[in-house]
């Protein structure tokens, strides 16, 4: 008795996901190259690239700050340097900052910004030739929090709320090219995030454990159950979709 391989439909593609280094960036370059494809794991910090890297032969570690000028075309041109193609662009890198409106700082809103809504168009413009070729796919990581209202961090759900909306306005706008734009909006799901804000370990415990009392389905997501999404967005067979925005938070946007 023979048995088959398992499936590999992203074999021989391209793929870039930003924030690579963990949580749901590392979750989905790894998914991705359990389906076959080429992946550059993208980041700041090369140390927690190395670490997903040494997941999987398959992706390779960059690290750069997409946020930076010109760091976002360097990233693309060192997938197609590398590879000669770029299939799928995972706009995953962002930045949490918890800022009431007190405390609010022209530098602090400009940097959220920069990192949650510019890099993603930077990254989308300097893809998009790669990606008429392939016809291919974005997929943008958004928040419950881009469409759910939350006191003390109304920014970030903007930048959030921003992204919702080029992702619809491109996929509209690149339709035409046969390239397709969606989003997954994760609810609270284990990652660094929190912690990487600033917020003191008690805080951040304390916020996670208020938050899974709040959520209908009784916890915070897996990285993975967010990645497993971003995968099936950019999958082939998933090619009659298109600015669709996904919220994947265990039932909280329903409150």
């Not at 080429?38 to 999987?56: E, F, I, M, Q, S």
């Not at 760091?71 to 962002?94: F, K, S, Y």
Request: proline content about 6%; charged content about 20%; aromatic content about 4%.
């Amino acid at each position: 008795m023979t048995t088959s391989a398992a499936p590999t439909p992203f074999a021989d593609q391209v793929v870039i996901v930003t924030g690579a280094g963990s949580g749901i960036g590392r979750a989905a370059a790894l998914a991705f190259a359990e389906a076959g494809a080429h992946v550059l794991g993208v980041g700041r910090r090369k140390d927690a690239l190395d670490g997903t890297a040494a997941l999987h032969p398959a992706v390779i570690p960059m690290s750069a700050d997409v946020s930076e000028d010109g760091g976002p075309e360097e990233v693309i041109e060192a997938a197609v340097r590398r590879w000669g193609r770029l299939d799928t662009l995972v706009n995953n890198a962002g930045a949490f900052t918890a800022m009431p409106l007190a405390q609010v700082s022209a530098a602090r809103v400009r940097q959220l910004m920069a990192v949650n809504v510019v890099a993603p168009s930077v990254l989308a413009s300097a893809a998009l030739p790669h990606l008429k070729a392939s016809q291919g796919s974005i997929v943008n990581v958004s928040s419950t929090f881009g469409h759910r209202p939350v006191a003390g961090a109304a920014h970030y759900g903007a930048s959030k709320a921003a992204l919702e909306q080029l992702t619809r306005s491109w996929a509209l706008e690149l339709a035409p090219d046969r390239i397709r734009v969606n989003a997954v909006a994760p609810g609270p799901t284990e990652s660094e995030a929190l912690s990487a804000s600033g917020l003191p370990a008690d805080a951040v415990e304390r916020i996670k454990a208020d938050e899974a009392t709040t959520i209908p389905l009784g916890r915070r997501g897996e990285p993975a159950e967010v990645a497993s999404w971003i995968v099936r967005f950019a999958d082939t067979r998933s090619a009659w979709v298109t600015g669709q925005v996904l919220t994947v938070d265990g039932g909280l946007e329903l409150l």
